[in-house]
């Protein structure tokens, strides 16, 4: 569900700085040849992600769902020097087209991939992130958060994507599935959070920022 009219939405890329070709062509490739292509950040978001991370100049990065790159590539434009990406995807298949464009990125030295379960993996990283971007699996949403939550300073950022899953957010809790019922969980937990300020932006599908007021 488009939450904007498309004139608007037209409107709204002209007036943002363009994508980078290489940004458009794996956006192309990613729609070309692999499943459920409407996953990838896209021409907008990935500049808010850009933006984002240029205003936080992250030294460490944590994104949970690599999928093709796309929104990695994006969050490295702002890094600090010598500052690292760990992103996690339990697809390995993906491998391919994401190392192919990451090395034309020049950023294949700065992003470390980890295959796995997130569940899994995170609780294997030992870094302290200023800037986390969860975009995978809906239903474990809360689970990321709880998981993170500890590896972040105060005042680390936390970006949560696609937290108005096409507007089914309004749904009544007998019609919702198992994905909106785990949304909807989320955005009421991190709002009763008071260890976090938290704006919801109506960026795409819905954008929750996150900043950490408290341990
Ligand atoms: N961040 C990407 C899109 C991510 S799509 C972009 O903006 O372009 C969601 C990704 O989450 C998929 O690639 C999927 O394989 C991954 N995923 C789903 N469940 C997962 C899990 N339990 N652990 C790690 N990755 C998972
Ligand atoms: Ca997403």
Redesign the pocket.
């Not at 996690?88 to 697809?91: A, E, R, S, Y």
């Given at each position: 569900m488009d939450f904007i009219s498309s004139d608007l939405a037209s409107y709204i890329e002209q007036h943002t700085s363009k994508e980078s070709e290489l940004l458009h062509q794996l956006n192309r490739e990613t729609h070309l040849k692999v499943l459920i292509p409407r996953?990838?950040?896209g021409h907008l978001q990935g500049r808010v992600l850009s933006m984002f991370s240029h205003m936080i100049k992250p030294k460490n990065i944590l994104?949970?769902?690599?999928?093709?790159g796309?929104?990695a590539i994006c969050l490295s434009e702002g890094l600090a020097v010598g500052g690292v990406i760990d992103t996690?995807?339990?697809?390995e298949e993906?491998t391919p087209i994401i190392t192919k464009y990451w090395e034309k990125a020049g950023i294949i030295d700065s992003v470390q991939l980890h295959l796995g379960?997130?569940?899994d993996i995170i609780p294997r990283l030992n870094k302290a992130y200023d800037l986390v971007f969860i975009?995978?699996?809906k239903e474990?949403y809360s689970a990321y958060y709880d998981l993170v939550f500890k590896k972040m300073p105060v005042g680390g950022i936390i970006l949560a994507d696609n937290v108005l899953w096409s507007g089914n957010v309004l749904q009544e809790p007998n019609e919702m599935t198992e994905s909106t019922k785990a949304i909807v969980d989320f955005n009421t937990k991190v709002q009763n959070d008071s260890r976090v300020e938290n704006v919801l932006m109506p960026i795409r599908d819905g954008l929750m920022v996150l900043r950490k007021i408290s341990d």
């Open positions: 996953m990838l950040s994104e949970i769902g690599t999928y093709t796309y929104s996690v995807d339990i697809n993906l379960n997130a569940l975009d995978a699996d474990n």
